[in-house]
């Protein structure tokens, strides 16, 4: 009989029912976390050599991933460092579908980075603890708090790199609360946790471990995890799935549900979704949208660095998706959105999660301050997949549209903020400004230049922790530029420039005048101007700006018909016209503007209706006929244009 059948029976005996050794109080001493580069980091050296060598054996599938890593023995080790490392984690989780009800059994091997460790303090929500002992069942001093906090009192003092293994049991309900979205819901047909603090982990969340997770549930029931399934089986009346964790990670998530299951490997990478019965056909239709996204991936960042793929549909209640290695959690309206023409929605939902494989697990975040490098990235991944398979940058415009209009000005943030999560609007910044960030790197390095820069990116920190600094580093390293004036401005800065923009015709063109607009510095970047004029190609020149004001002549061999400035919205600005009434730029106010302006109304960003306002992004959305700011172009802006109009007659 397996350990997994007895604790099933466990379940229905008086050891599991007997109430837990009274807790003992907690031996006095540090737990303070060390920081990079202080004298505690360099005493906890010595236990790092001993996680490496613990580690080795468990080698992520490289055989399509040349040039990285070949073994485990520097997975995720340059990553900030505490007292101690938890090194491996193994749970029997016993589900019951619809019911906050779990029995979670853990052990948990620790590795002391300090001499003389004295107590082991972990994360830890609930459910409520009923013991802890060592492997040998000998009983262990613990103490949960109200804080969150559960500490462990080792029967010795452990020396650095002495690895220390505890076993402990809990059974109740687990807090679904979450700042951004529910991280678990107990219902049916549905059940789901992605992290929800059921199991102890490192206080250092940049501490990533290796294990099994073991789910048992009821027989009309599948269990889909993070990890690899390795077997299911009968035991004690359940079907136990086994999920192997071989790779490093920080996330034991789970769905469970009367699960089916769609399978192919049409690139050679096993995809797996698992669905509800009803979304079946769907669920076929995410296998080749899968495929494209991780070749596309593979050839512009990396190669697919794990051994499969797995789609797993989860409660509406989690608000979207969730992307952790080798697995994407889907709610369940993403399945319905797939019947949709093209299944557009459903496609950047994905793609943005399929992301994550490279952006936050492949190349893991240093620090809070700079998530943007795992779901800006991602974000950025997705929006590159829709403008390739579509031919359009609609989701780069609404993503860059989505941050001008829907951020104040006076509570707007750095993208690098190191409280960037405590921010109403953390998603706006983070995601759609981060996407957008990323891509007027890859406007001013080049398509072949950022591409080669961002695989460097990879190749340095591929299974390691990145931050800010790391990314500016590679970019730089691999491109040859000096782009610090970049990132100062777009990373560690907020904002983004206003243009008041004029025309003068000559005989040698149009001069155009831009001036920056904002107060708080001036804006480097290329602005790409636009000449179009009758029975001539269009003409496009790039315009260098790194002063407050910038005057270009714009040549032209034809009359103009429309001047404009970046026209297809590769920077983060905002356009005003100095005179409302040449919308055209070519310098001159005739018939031509009225037309510019009136093909121009309407294409609204804000939206009224009988229950209020609502934003919109719209990718063709005009901004510089916007003269009021306010998201419309609409009859109260064509008046302040006819006004100006009229002023410029005879």
């Known amino acids: 009989m397996s350990r997994l059948a007895v604790l099933l029976l466990l379940l229905a005996s008086e050891v599991l029912a007997a109430p837990a050794p009274p807790a003992p109080s907690i031996v006095e001493g540090s737990t303070a976390e060390g920081t990079p580069g202080s004298p505690l980091t360099n005493r906890l050296e010595p236990g790092l050599a001993a996680r490496r060598q613990l580690r080795a054996a468990e080698a992520p599938p490289l055989a399509r991933f040349q040039g990285l890593p070949p073994t485990a023995t520097t997975l995720y080790d340059n990553g900030p460092q505490g007292l101690y490392d938890v090194q491996r984690v193994d749970l029997d989780v016993f589900v019951k579908p619809g019911e906050n009800d779990l029995t979670v059994f853990s052990t948990i091997t620790v590795i002391s980075n300090q001499e003389a460790l004295d107590q082991i303090q972990l994360s830890y929500q609930l459910p409520p603890v009923l013991w802890v002992r060592l492997v040998d069942d000998t009983p262990l001093e613990n103490e949960v708090t109200g804080s969150g906090f559960f500490t462990v009192v080792p029967d010795h003092l452990l020396a650095a790199g002495e690895s220390f293994t505890f076993r402990m049991a809990a059974t109740g309900s687990v807090s679904c609360e979450s700042n951004m979205v529910a991280a678990c819901e107990f219902a049916t047909p549905i059940t789901y946790v992605t992290y929800a603090g059921y199991f102890p982990e490192n206080l250092n969340s940049s501490d990533p471990f290796v ?58 990478i096993p995809i797996t979704v698992w669905s509800l019965p009803e979304n079946q056909a769907s669920a076929a239709e995410m296998v080749p949208v899968t495929d494209q996204v991780l070749t596309l991936y593979g050839d512009r960042f990396a190669p697919f660095p794990w051994s499969k793929m797995d789609i797993v549909e989860i409660g509406n209640s989690f608000g979207g998706g969730y992307g952790p290695l080798s697995t994407i959690f889907l709610l369940s309206w993403a399945f319905q959105m797939s019947d949709h023409p093209g299944g ?33 990235f991602a974000e950025f991944s997705s929006c590159l997949f829709n403008a390739e398979s579509t031919g359009q940058r609609r989701q780069f415009l609404t993503d860059g549209l989505m941050y001008q209009y829907q951020v104040p000005s006076d509570q707007d943030k750095p993208i ?91 005989e040698q063109g149009v001069s155009l005048r831009l001036e920056q607009t904002q107060t708080e510095k001036v804006f480097k970047m290329h602005l790409p ?44 600005r905002r356009l005003t016209l100095a005179n409302p009434a040449d919308p055209n730029l070519d310098g001159e106010v005739n018939g031509l503007d009225v037309i510019r302006f009136t093909t121009g109304m309407q294409r609204n960003l804000v939206h009224s209706t009988d229950q209020g306002d609502f934003f919109y992004p719209n990718a063709n959305y005009p901004d510089y006929l916007d ?8 009859q109260a802006d064509f008046d302040v244009f006819a006004a100006a109009f009229e002023g410029t007659g005879p």
């Open 211 to 268: 294990g099994t997770l073991r789910l048992a549930v009821p027989p009309d029931y599948a269990a889909a995890a993070t990890g690899t399934l390795v077997s299911i089986t009968d035991e004690g009346g359940a079907h136990v799935y086994t999920w192997d964790h071989t790779v490093p990670t920080t996330f034991f998530s789970f769905g469970v549900a009367p699960y089916q299951t769609v399978t192919d490997d049409p690139s050679g």
């Open 344 to 376: 557009g929605m459903m496609n950047e939902l994905i793609s943005h999660e399929l992301g994550h494989q490279w952006w936050g697990n492949l190349v893991s975040v240093w620090s809070p301050d700079s998530v943007w490098l795992s779901e800006g």
């Open 416 to 506: 690098s903020h190191y409280q960037i999560y405590l921010s109403e609007f953390y998603q706006t910044i983070v995601y759609d400004k981060g996407a957008f960030i990323l891509d007027m790197l890859r406007f001013e390095l080049g398509d072949d230049a950022f591409f080669a820069a961002m695989r460097h990116h990879v190749s340095k920190f591929a299974y390691a922790f990145a931050g800010n600094a790391d990314f500016a580093a590679a970019i730089e390293e691999s491109s040859g530029q000096d782009l610090g004036w970049f990132f100062d401005q777009w990373v560690y800065g907020r904002g983004y420039p206003g243009f008041l923009v004029s025309a003068t015709r000559t």
């Open 529 to 572: 101007v636009r000449v179009l004029a009758a029975g001539v190609d269009a003409a496009e020149q790039s315009v260098w700006v790194d002063d407050a004001t910038t005057e270009v002549l714009v040549p032209f061999g034809a009359d103009p018909l429309l001047v404009s400035v970046d026209p297809d919205r590769r920077q983060l």
């Open 627 to 634: 003269l009021a700011y306010d998201g419309k172009i609409d």
